[in-house]
């Protein structure tokens, strides 16, 4: 990945999208794993 920064907002930019979508990726995850042990009680 060459990803030149001009400034410190371009880096910070970047940092926050990616955060972003570790967030979502982790709470869709935990999510699932809810559910997978919500729905193996039941049967």
Known sequence: ???V???LHDF????E??????I??????ITG???FL???DEK
């Open 1 to 3: 990945m060459d990803t």
């Open 33 to 35: 794993f809810w559910l």
């Open 38 to 40: 919500s729905d193996s």
């Open 17 to 22: 999208s990616i955060t972003y979508i570790l």
């Open 24 to 29: 979502i990726a982790a709470l869709i995850g």
């Open 12 to 15: 910070m930019l970047h940092t």
């Open 5 to 7: 920064f001009h400034s």
